[in-house]
């Protein structure tokens, strides 16, 4: 059966609409060692990762990342890419990634958004927080490709977890947003709610109109990230943390910039 494609709407929306958040307005408690590491092991992986021949690489990506047809049992992969059984893919493949735009869009996410939520749950918490998003994201994808024989990684669905819950928590915060214009790019600022409404609105645009892979895109592996972090964050949100917090301070910010 042929793909259903859009290519212009498509085109146009990525190009003209792409929303590039650059900081927020938030105070941290405590330095976000997690989100450093995180950062920082996806960093290392990868660079690793393009250290090595494209064969060499290839094999990589087979032998850590998410196979949904290899999980499900509906294919066998060849006994010299065997590393780490299906079930462990699934939290190996979120330390890799498919390319340079690829690891800088997951880890500017996560720099910006994850410290925040860091701050709100522990560092502990927060680790499980999201190994959880991650894995849910995983298998959302596999459930919805359970016989695609393509191997999937990246850190997306955790991270999107992330914005699920700075959602919930931090609505009202300002984001700066460098937002690129047809003949020039400038920068607004935005409050979250609407940063990351447009975040979630997009996924699902493109889930539904190109393809739930289309160009190499697992954008169910977003949205059940997205979902479960929604779900997850008054579980793991430390008791005196609110939910849908004021923009304590925001106003000032603005003036300041």
């Not at 976000?32 to 094999?59: D, H, K, M, N, W």
């Not at 087979?62 to 699934?90: D, K, N, T």
């Not at 927060?126 to 191997?151: D, K």
């Amino acid at each position: 059966m042929a793909r259903r494609c859009y290519p212009i709407t498509l085109a146009w929306v990525r190009t003209k609409l792409m929303l590039i958040p650059l900081r927020d307005d938030l105070h941290l408690k405590a330095r976000p060692l997690v989100t450093y590491t995180l950062i920082g092991a996806c960093t290392v992986l990868f660079l690793l990762q393009q250290s090595l021949e494209e064969v060499e690489s290839q094999r990589l990506i087979y032998s850590f990342g998410i196979i949904p047809a290899l999980l499900l049992e509906h294919a066998r992969l060849a006994p010299g890419l065997v590393f780490v059984s299906p079930e462990a893919a699934l939290f190996t493949s979120m330390f890799l990634h498919a390319g340079w735009i690829h690891l800088i869009g997951n880890m500017l996410y996560l720099w910006i958004f994850g410290d925040d939520v860091e701050d709100s749950m522990g560092r502990c918490r927060y680790l499980v927080f999201y190994l959880l998003c991650g894995l849910a994201g995983a298998l959302c994808h596999v459930a919805a490709h359970p016989t695609s024989g393509i191997p999937v990684v990246g850190a997306s669905g955790a991270v999107s977890g992330v914005l699920g819950a700075y959602l919930l928590l931090y609505p009202h915060a300002r984001i700066l947003v460098l937002l690129p214009m047809p003949k020039f790019s400038r920068l607004v600022r935005l409050p979250a709610f609407l940063v990351l409404g447009f975040w979630i609105v997009f996924q699902l645009f493109n889930t539904a109109f190109a393809g739930a892979q289309e160009g190499g895109v697992a954008w169910y592996a977003h949205i059940g990230g997205f979902v479960t972090g929604l779900v997850l964050v008054p579980l793991f949100k430390h008791q005196k943390v609110n939910l849908l917090q004021p923009a304590h301070g925001s106003r000032r910010w603005l003036r300041k910039l």
